[in-house]
């Protein structure tokens, strides 16, 4: 009994740590509003309606909330600018996914956690990183993780372009179905109403030139 209190005490503990760490992150990467657990209610909206287990769930809010410690932990000023990446940038931030993975083993997630943040960036047709990985080689957490961080970032305010408002993002999505995700998730997004819109882009004004 002792043992499992204690077991229960730190499943607490990491869950707010990882919480904490996200935070950072949404910071770091210069969201006015919370990012990274917006994508986690996202996710698992669409992961209930694909039947994922409770524990394919649980492992997917974690990864959502930790998908982008990687940036945090390389900790590149360009990530803050309002200017575009150059090709050399552009290439420094394809490892963010793999260091991600290795930051989120050190924060003691589980595996399946740590292999979602490393895919999160895989596209459906191959032209993805790290791996390269295609359609069903991608786990379907991963591919639902790709279609719900694509909509919140598109959404959100960034130093490189304007907000995009919420029926920009959806064309935005249905346009790349097929190359950058998997068209099925996109349709049950597209079903999704209520709460996609609270990070509406007439909250969220551009102060700089878009990339």
């Known amino acids: 009994?002792?043992?499992?209190?204690?077991?229960?005490?730190?499943e607490a503990e990491l869950h707010e740590e990882w919480a904490r760490v996200a935070a950072e992150t949404d910071r770091f990467e210069v969201y006015e509003k919370e990012h990274a657990a917006r994508i986690?209610?996202?996710?698992?909206?669409?992961?209930a309606l694909f039947h994922l287990s409770t524990l394919d769930r649980t492992s997917l809010r974690v990864a959502a909330?930790?998908?982008?410690?990687?940036e945090a932990a390389m900790n590149r000023s360009y990530v803050r600018r309002a200017g575009p990446l150059s090709a050399e940038e552009r290439i420094d931030l394809g490892r963010h996914p793999v260091?991600?993975?290795?930051?989120?083993a050190r924060l003691e997630t589980e595996p399946s956690v740590q292999l979602i943040v490393r895919w999160h960036h895989e596209w459906w047709n191959g032209a993805g990183?790290?791996?390269?990985?295609?359609?069903?080689?991608?786990?379907?957490p991963a591919r639902i993780l790709r279609v719900a961080d694509a909509y919140a970032a598109l959404t959100e305010q960034r130093p490189y372009r304007a907000a995009f408002g919420p029926e920009e993002a959806r064309r935005h999505l249905v346009e790349m179905s097929g190359i950058e995700f998997d068209p099925e998730i996109v349709g049950a997004f597209l079903d999704i109403k209520e709460g996609l819109e609270e990070h509406s882009a007439t909250e969220q004004k551009l102060a700089y030139e878009p990339r």
Do not use: F
């Open 99 to 104: 260091i991600g993975e290795q930051e989120a």
């Open 1 to 10: 009994m002792v043992s499992k209190r204690k077991d229960v005490r730190r």
């Open 40 to 47: 986690a209610r996202l996710s698992d909206r669409l992961a």
């Open 129 to 140: 990183y790290p791996d390269g990985l295609c359609r069903t080689e991608i786990p379907l």
């Open 65 to 70: 909330l930790l998908h982008d410690i990687g």
